[in-house]
């Protein structure tokens, strides 16, 4: 038998970046809210505590900061007719667990989104016909604008510590950030951090081939940095401990770092930990939403009544909650109709590594997660693709966060593969390889899409997230053009050897090897109830009082790293909550 | 060495901690007799297995030292403690699999694309694996593969690796891989788990581990000169 609590404000879903930043500007309008979050308390002290955090094997080889795959994970299958099978241990992508969520163990790679990529299928269609756009291909538009977004952008640059260089403020050029960087309202709160010397070589071959390398936009601090919640964050010492660790020296930005401490002031506020939701209620005619089912760290099952549900955990995580819940018409790839679960998308990698003699010093254990050098001649819609037949594109850079050896030692093509030859090889490389990536965007179809598996459980019994997903030529065609491009910049470093890792036509996708935890779409936004799961606002058009805020709302793929979108759309998403929503709860866009 | 003598202080200290842990798996290797009271050097107290049988330790003993030799370029797997290490990962969840989503059904033979799947857990590869091998080896040549030459050793160990050997009971790749990978691992975790020892790993490729602070290092083109540091303060 359930408890059934008192009624709050509102609950929130999850506690990373889109929960945290929906719990503070939800208590900022007054509002008494609870946020769940499934995994344990955790915070930079004492679970990235100098020294035991600087341990690999336990925290990127093991996982500790990652998802829990024992107790839930998701099915995955190539095609609408196959099986799927369980994604048993974490590799390909590694979604977050426990308070701050992926935003803890995260990089700090913080990019905003191209203009043109919030209305992709609109912007496509005008430059290069509608037959363009190749059949299956279900890219949308996302129904807001850069200018609508780019306050929030800036205020949440403000609040990660943000370090970079501004190409354009207020139409005015101000520095050599990325000359295809749309305007900007204001600069980075802080410079860009040094380049380390792999960047320093990326910066000088790019220039050579003719294109416009910047430094990236990193959300780990280049100097002390206070943000507009009184929050104090400490230069980054380049230690090369971020992706899969929590920052020992508080400079890479987190919620359980940036926003926590504040919210934690707010007697509104309270987060409970180890509160795994199952469902969220609707009333007896399904249009609104009563609260949330969840069970806590004993095993009970209890319901928290609240007037607002925002659902906010990791991008599968909330596809899998409205479906659990009933929320919104699923996906049905044969007929195209529902949209819960459509347009499921991902990230479309190529990696080259460079190999160097004894005279050039990588050091790739100095590093900073957000922190390298790019290029954005090949993202985008920054070149031509008409000759070129493909949609998407992809920033290429050297973004060394910090390779240890265990994961990330890499050895020119032909090396032995153990024994006495390996050992020389592992000696000769280490700290004279750098590894440049592009970073390529992967389009929305048809066929590539979310439900719910029909055989495997979660450790509460129900059903698992069923991915649907492959490569498509569209993709193939862009990571291979662009690769080329990429292989041009690693020539003019004149390298003693290279190694070129790129999908071949046909290649499967491969759930085996790292590629990045971008997984996208599933609940996305649009202007058409028939064609997406969310209005522009991030509003079920199904259940008014229920929110669905997260990557999860990106209709395609995009070239760059997704958060620093999730951070605009959420502050987007409570503005329209704040100053419209509270005054006349509703739906916010009539169908 | 003030930092050795502390070391082997906290090794010994954890040897003990974990030592009454899995009772059941010490039975009959003779542990429950080692003096696990008397702070002597490890050299004069070498690590008693608790998860591998004294076979299935020869195997893993024999295995790391040809797949990491010891040699002009420095110690290998088995100077580095790589069989310690195994054998202390087979006892936390990671060896038990409880990592990771392990409920049926199974397909063994899926796509590899699919990645693991496989109803073993780490301590059932070594388990099953070790003896399906030396099974074979027995079969083959007359002895188990610890007896064997090293250069015979060599090539069984390349064979693995291609999936060219048929050892009934499991994949050979899968015997392979996950002996590799843990190898790998314990020649460059951090000493606390019971491997580089001495930072040999670390050593080798010029890891500075624990250091941690590169702030005047950034963007300079030149050898880092300090030599590693790992968590508990050890020195390389």
Known sequence: ?591 | MPDDKAFNGRRDFLRKTLAVIPAITVAGYGVATTAFGQAAPAAQNPYQPRFFSAAEWAFVNAAVARLIPSDANGPGAVEAGVPEFIDRQLETAYGHGNLWYMQAPFAADAAPQFGHQSKLVPRDIYRIGIAALDRWCKGQHGKTFAELEPAAQDDLLHQLEGGRIDLQDLPSVLLFSQLWQNTREGFFADPIHGGNRGLAGWKLVGFPGARADFMDWVDRNEKYPFPPVSISGERG
């Open chain 1, 1 to 591: 038998m359930a408890t059934t609590l008192k009624p709050v404000n509102a609950v929130v879903v999850g506690f990373g970046w889109a929960g945290a930043i929906l719990a503070k500007e939800l208590t900022e309008a007054g509002l008494q809210v609870v946020a769940l979050e499934r995994g344990p308390y955790q915070d930079t002290y004492p679970d990235g505590a100098y020294p035991n955090t600087l341990d690999e094997l336990t925290y990127n080889s093991r996982g500790k900061l990652f998802q829990d795959l024992s107790r839930s994970t998701v099915t995955v299958r190539h095609g609408i007719d196959d099986t799927a099978l369980p994604y048993r241990q974490l590799s390909a992508f590694l979604p977050g667990n426990g308070v701050g969520g992926a935003g803890l163990h995260w990089s700090g790679v913080h990019f905003r989104i191209m203009p043109e990529e919030l209305r992709l299928r609109s912007h496509y269609e005008e430059r290069y016909g509608k037959g363009f756009i190749p059949e299956g291909m279900t890219i949308q538009d996302y129904g807001v604008s850069y200018e609508e977004l780019e306050p929030h952008f800036d205020f949440a640059e403000k609040v990660f510590g943000t370090s970079g260089t501004a190409y354009k403020v207020k139409g005015q050029v101000v520095g050599d950030g990325n000359p295809f960087a749309p305007d900007r309202s204001d600069g980075f709160p802080l410079p860009a951090l040094k380049d380390v010397h792999s960047a320093h070589l990326f910066r000088k071959a790019a220039e050579e081939v003719g294109m416009h390398p910047y430094a990236m936009p990193a959300a780990n601090a280049s100097g002390p940095w206070t943000n507009p919640y009184g929050v104090q964050m400490g230069p980054c010492n380049f230690c090369g401990f971020c992706s899969g660790y929590a920052c020992y020296m508080y400079s890479k930005a987190s919620p359980n770092l940036n926003i926590l401490p504040a919210l934690k002031q707010s007697e509104l506020f309270e987060l409970r930990v180890n509160s795994n939701v199952l469902r969220v209620n609707l009333d007896s005619d399904g249009k609104r939403a009563t609260g949330v089912t969840y069970v806590d760290a004993q095993g009970r099952e209890i319901v928290q009544p609240a007037d607002l549900v925002i659902v906010s955990a990791f991008q599968f995580h909330n596809v899998h909650l409205m479906l659990l819940s009933g929320i919104g018409k699923p996906y049905d790839p044969r007929t195209g109709e529902g949209v819960v679960g459509k347009n499921f998308a991902y990230q479309n990698m190529a990696t080259i590594k460079a190999f160097f003699d004894r005279d050039v010093h990588t050091n790739p254990f100095i590093g900073t997660g957000g922190g390298g050098v790019a290029v954005d001649d090949f993202n985008s819609d920054n070149f031509d693709h008409g000759p070129l037949g493909f949609v998407g594109g992809s920033p290429f850079w050297v973004n060394q966060a910090g390779s240890k050896p265990i994961r990330g030692l890499s050895l020119p093509p032909g090396s032995p593969t153990w024994g006495s030859g390996w050992k020389q090889a592992a000696r000769d490389a280490y700290t004279h390889t750098l590894s440049m990536d592009a970073h390529g965007s992967n389009m929305s179809y048809r066929d590539n899409y979310l439900d719910l598996d029909p055989t495997y459980k979660d450790a509460y019994g129900q059903p698992l997230l069923r991915m649907t997903f492959d490569w498509k030529e569209n993709e193939y065609k862009m990571t291979r053009y662009v690769t080329e491009q990429m292989r041009k910049i690693a020539g003019a470093m004149n390298p003693k050897a290279i190694a070129v890792h790129v999908k071949n036509f046909g290649d499967r996708f491969d759930t085996r090897a790292y590629q990045t935890t971008h997984l996208l779409g599933g609940a996305i936004m649009g202007s058409d109830p028939k064609t997406s799961a969310v209005n522009r606002y991030l509003q079920s058009w199904d259940v008014h009082n229920v929110f669905v805020i997260g990557a999860s709302a990106f209709p395609q793929g995009t070239g760059y790293n997704p958060t620093g979108l999730v951070a605009a759309l959420a502050y987007w998403s409570a503005k329209a909550i704040r100053e419209q929503y509270l005054k006349n709860p509703g739906p916010l866009v009539q169908a």
